[in-house]
């Protein structure tokens, strides 16, 4: 089995290759190998995530042994959390590449516009499983390269220029990365995370490890656009093309952000109460500034923009909170409480926020504009992207039964479980402050009047586009059962329980 794994890598990099070649000559190619491959992905991450069996498959690329016991193999690694990004990942990639479908027919160069987006999803995939760190860099960068040339893609004066501010704070970042794994494999002479975490169990200098986690913090952050680290996120996603806007928000920051900070604070350093405090307070100005920034935005997609930057807050409060509890000794029931309510809140987000780039995309596509003072009256002429772009809203703004609800009630509750009764008020309110924001979006965009509903070509997108739209609106809905303890026992608790046990991930591999 282990050799399935490779797929995650392999087919998407092998899609991107053809993609340029063989699309010359068959038309409709590009759209059809991308989806395939997607969709093929998507089933396998979702095989492997209800499989229910929690043993760590590792692939040694090359079959190279340790060298006095140092690893110098490449280790791809699959555990409970590489299973739920990479279910993650090639979901929301599957819905993106087939809404572009019909989307993209809009620009020219669709070759290159797939073979873009294979290589960002075969970048982040390999992001989530490589189990040692310059792999991780090597992939991060495939990643994010190919997300710097699809911001630009529409080639005009606003997409270059965000690109090209997305490339520079970017770079920053790549630097920053490099130089931590650079330090890291100063003092350890090793890059294999496992490797390193063994070794880092017995340093005594902490000052170092403190000075090498918040370069890395530094790094990630920005990857992540957490405030005070998000300034290109705006503009970037904002003028990318939708469902480009959907990878970047869905699953790009995620994979090569939150999912790198999570892995290495969690399963590489040894946690403690000052990197802990970090994460609270960076997730709590997250989410309360990226409200407020969002609440005056009349750009549709700038005002999404903003919102990933508050909801990814969540994330980190959920996160950060479980990790203060842990070094404290305290209940490791509520870290756990807290930890599920940050991963529940990713994967929910990842669909929500999704779909609301796609509805987005859906109203520039037959009105030609984001701007919410410009539309109005829209639900007549497009009830599946209204009823669609209701539920996402919703979701986003906790209403139950959606599952942004359950997400958000898990984090505010083991936080007043865990005294931290500021970040639960806060969480509160940013709440009920994005549920404002969304209610303007529906209003202006759906139910006021406006002279553009009077053009006669108003009317729905083409099916693909509705097809990922209704099947991601399902999952707004269909997420929800992870609250249950059945359901949430087989997604979330394996995620959890590699986070809380912070040593198995070393002991695993080093066993295999």
């Known amino acids: ?192 995370i496992a490797d390193v975490s063994d070794i880092l169990k017995y340093s005594n200098d902490r000052s170092f490890l403190l000075f090498t986690q918040i370069i890395l913090i530094a790094g990630f952050g920005l990857k992540a656009a957490m405030i005070p680290f998000h300034a290109w996120l705006p503009d970037a996603h904002s003028s990318a093309p939708s469902p480009i806007s959907a990878m970047l928000s869905g699953v790009l920051i995620k994979a090569i952000g939150i999912y790198c900070i999570i892995r290495l604070f969690f399963n590489m350093f040894i946690i403690n109460h000052e990197i802990s405090l970090v994460f609270i307070i960076l997730g709590s100005l997250s989410m309360v500034l990226g409200v407020f920034l969002a609440v005056g935005q009349w750009d549709i997609k700038r005002l999404l923009a903003y919102h990933s930057i508050s909801q990814m807050g969540y994330v980190i409060i959920g996160v950060g909170i479980g990790m203060m509890i842990l070094v404290n000794n305290g209940n490791k029931s509520v870290a756990a409480l807290a930890i599920t309510g940050g991963l529940f809140h990713l994967i929910n987000h990842a669909v929500f926020k999704s779909l609301l780039f796609l509805n987005a995309g859906a109203i520039e596509y037959k009105t030609g504009t984001r701007n919410l003072k410009e539309l109005g009256g829209l639900f007549a002429y497009m009830p599946v992207t209204y009823s669609t772009s209701l539920g996402a809203s919703m979701a986003i703004s906790g209403i139950p039964p959606f599952n942004g609800f359950f997400s958000k009630l898990l984090i505010i509750i083991a936080a007043i479980k865990g005294r931290f009764y500021l970040v639960a008020f806060l969480a509160v309110i940013v709440s009920i402050i994005t549920l404002a924001s969304f209610m303007k979006f529906q209003k202006f965009s759906f139910f006021n009047k406006s002279s553009i509903t009077e053009k006669p070509k108003i009317n729905e997108v083409p099916f693909p586009m509705c097809f990922s739209m209704i099947v991601l609106a399902i999952l707004c809905l269909g997420l929800s059962l992870l609250i249950f303890p059945g359901v949430r026992e087989t997604v979330l608790t394996p995620v959890v329980d590699i986070l809380m046990n912070t040593t198995d991930y070393s002991s695993a591999i080093k066993d295999i």
């Open 1 to 192: 089995m282990s050799w399935l794994i490779t797929l995650f890598v392999i087919l998407p990099l092998a899609a991107a290759f053809l993609i340029p070649v063989i699309g010359k000559l068959i038309k409709g190619f590009q759209k059809t190998i991308t989806s395939v491959v997607f969709l093929f992905l998507t089933v396998l991450s979702l095989f492997f995530l209800f499989d229910g069996n929690t043993e760590v498959y590792s692939y040694k690329i090359g079959g190279w042994e340790p060298v006095n016991g140092v690893p110098i193999a490449i280790y791809f690694v699959i555990d409970g959390l590489t299973i739920f990004m990479l279910s993650i990942i090639n979901l929301i990639g599957f819905f993106s590449a087939f809404y572009a479908i019909s989307y993209i027919r809009r620009f020219t160069a669709e070759n290159n516009f797939y073979t873009l987006l294979c290589l960002m999803v075969g970048g982040m995939n390999g992001v989530v499983m490589t189990g040692d760190l310059f792999n991780l860099f090597v992939f991060l960068e495939i990643a994010v390269i190919a997300s710097y040339a699809l911001v630009a893609f529409g080639v005009e004066k606003h997409e270059l220029e965000a690109s090209f501010k997305y490339q520079v704070l970017g770079g920053i970042a790549s630097l920053l990365i490099l130089f931590g794994i650079g330090l890291i494999y100063w003092k350890t002479k090793t890059l294999n």
